[in-house]
Nanobody
């Protein structure tokens, strides 16, 4: 069993920055992929950014150049640095990881960007 605990969400003005953190605990020896997804009201969950154990990174088109994903493997933690935030970035952000035992999701953290 893997537990994912997110932190760092909140309310920020447009143009501002936030950093999300996701700490993984439990039976995780090495992740296959860790990442962030988001879901805005009335919309489908979408990829924000993900990173594989080999270091391959993918970003959603709408966040390229503004968001940066990174990991601290020693702490089983993944970060999402979000800069130049826009009102359309408002959503619940979910941490996700895939390990040999399965795929796991965090409980989500709300990010609200005011105009």
């Amino acid at each position: 069993q893997v537990q994912l605990v997110e932190s760092g969400g909140g309310l920020v003005q447009a143009g501002g920055s936030l950093r999300l953190s996701c700490a993984a605990s439990g039976s995780i020896s090495r992740f296959i992929v860790m990442g962030w997804y988001r879901q805005a009201p009335g919309k489908q969950r979408e990829l924000v950014a993900r990173i594989t154990s080999g270091g391959t990174i993918n970003y959603g088109d709408s966040v390229k150049g503004r968001f940066t994903i990174s990991t601290d493997n020693a702490r089983n933690t993944v970060y999402l640095q979000m800069n130049s935030l826009k009102p359309e970035d408002t959503a619940v952000y979910y941490c996700n990881t895939a390990v040999l035992a399965g795929i796991y999701w965090g409980q989500g953290t709300q990010v609200t960007v005011s105009s």
